[in-house]
């Protein structure tokens, strides 16, 4: 079993994914925010930007992921703790799964594009790190009102 950071709960890390994603949500972006753990420190944290960047892969957990690799010197993350609002996408969950990350932490599901448990089902796929460890519904409720909320004002501004 991959080992867990014991200096903050998931919920503590959780908080900081929120916080993040709040952060881009008043950006403009969807609110999704992710922290990248690694020896007990919080590496880097992101919220997506693909609206900022014009760039359809700059979800939160592509930008921790390659930040992450870029301060670390090096593409395998087998010792860090991916902390994520919403569960990833196939794009992410694939760029998880090639970072070796051994440990994914989420909130909501994502019913039409996550790629874990809701769609593709990426989570049980054989080419997942040996042992990964996946523990979904981590503050699920508040990670589902911020993009509820999200989206109603944005249907709101479109009237």
């Known amino acids: 079993m991959p080992s ?9 890390l959780m908080a900081l994914a929120i916080e993040t994603a709040k952060a881009g949500a008043e950006k403009g972006e969807v609110p999704i925010g992710a922290v990248l753990v690694c020896d007990g420190k919080i590496l880097v944290r992101a919220h997506n930007q693909k609206e900022s960047l014009a760039d359809p892969t700059a979800h939160a957990e592509m930008l921790v992921i390659r930040s992450g690799a870029e301060k670390l010197g090096r593409w395998r993350l087998d010792d860090c703790q991916l902390y994520v609002t919403a569960e990833p996408c196939v794009m992410c969950m694939g760029a998880i799964i090639q970072a070796r990350i051994p440990v994914l932490v989420y909130g909501a599901a994502e019913k039409k594009f996550g790629g874990v448990e809701s769609t593709a089902r990426l989570g049980q796929h054989p080419m997942l790190p040996k042992q990964m460890a996946i523990y979904p519904g981590i503050c699920e409720q508040e990670c589902e009102e911020i993009l509820k909320d999200f989206f109603k004002q944005r249907r709101n501004e479109d009237e």
């Open 4 to 12: 867990i950071d014991k200096k903050y709960s998931f919920q503590e």
